[in-house]
């Protein structure tokens, strides 16, 4: 069966199947459509049965030199993949070449850090109104101990996993992992200030403790929305979004420390469950790497 009326007419039946069945889309159907008419394409007199999975990486090939990057790639591998799985099924094909077959990894971009200086700068204020109270503590704490935007918004006011005498937050992570990290000395003062006010914008029995304009749990928008105001504010010439701080945190400490094991454990990264195993990290040492790196661990003049 060749890439040409036959094919035709088995592509528009998979796509009837994905319309009716799946119930798919248009604008995703259209996009399958042009994947197979692409396949097709490359096909030119040989067979759909006789495509092999070194025929498919021929095909990445040759595409990826027309211009199509990655991601494109990937979503055309997905719509052959899904057509293969319809014939094997459905037409009686013996195999499914596209198995296995991935399209070239995407470069990831490196995160965007603030530097120290910036850090400093967006972070140096005396906030006044109770709102600009949550918000100082709110980016104190993301900055301190790297906390994920997820993780900031799920903690509470009663369940003990904030604890500032300890100066430790204890925080449930990607994957449900549970990882305890350091606060700093900045974050504390600020979280103290915060927790004073919170009964200026806590709705009564509001649990959560960073709370938005009806008294309840903040959202990620208005998280993400008055870091951007308070960025421009303090006159940062750059879009900032919490999860530049967390990678600021990152940054900042591995700098300080080059310490990338211990940096790991901070982050709860998901990999770092196999690096425990090996290092048998706990947390006085990382708590002792964090003192001595972070640039907001420790009060100014302490000594004095």
Not at 80 to 107: D, E, T
Not at 191 to 217: C, D, Q, S, T
Not at 254 to 274: C, K
């Amino acid at each position: 069966m060749r890439g040409g009326s036959d094919g035709a007419a088995l592509a528009g039946a998979y796509l009837d199947a994905l319309r009716y069945q799946r119930r798919l889309s248009p604008a995703t159907l259209t996009n399958y459509g042009h994947a197979l008419q692409a396949l097709f394409s490359l096909l030119k007199e040989s067979t759909l049965a006789s495509l092999d999975p070194a025929q498919v990486r021929r095909f990445v090939a040759v595409l990826h030199a027309r211009g199509l990057g990655p991601r494109s790639l990937a979503l055309m591998l997905s719509a052959w993949r899904g057509f293969y799985h319809w014939l094997v099924r459905h037409r009686g094909f013996s195999a499914n070449p596209v198995l296995g077959v991935r399209a070239p990894k995407a470069a990831r971009p490196l995160p965007k850090a603030l530097s120290v200086e910036a850090a400093q700068q967006l972070l140096d204020e005396r906030p006044r109104t109770a709102a600009l109270v949550r918000d100082a503590a709110m980016f104190e704490l993301l900055y301190s101990s790297g906390l994920r935007l997820g993780e900031l918004i799920a903690l509470n006011v009663d369940d003990g996993r904030l604890d500032l005498a300890q100066a430790e937050v204890t925080v449930t992570g990607k994957g449900s992992k549970t990882r305890t990290v350091p606060i700093g000395a900045k974050a504390r003062e600020a979280l103290k200030a915060w927790i004073e006010r919170r009964a200026e914008l806590a709705a009564p029995g509001a649990r959560a403790l960073f709370v938005g304009g009806r008294g309840r749990r903040i959202a990620p928008s208005v998280v993400n929305m008055r870091l951007r105001a308070w960025a421009r504010r303090r006159g940062l010439g750059q879009r900032v979004h919490p999860h530049m701080l967390r990678h600021s945190f990152a940054t900042h400490v591995l700098q300080s420390s080059q310490d990338l094991r211990a940096v790991q454990e901070l982050l709860g990264h998901a990999s770092i469950s196999t690096t425990q195993v090996y290092t048998h990290l706990d947390f006085q040492a990382l708590a002792k790497v964090y003192d001595a790196a972070h640039p907001r661990a420790r009060k100014k003049n302490a000594s004095k």
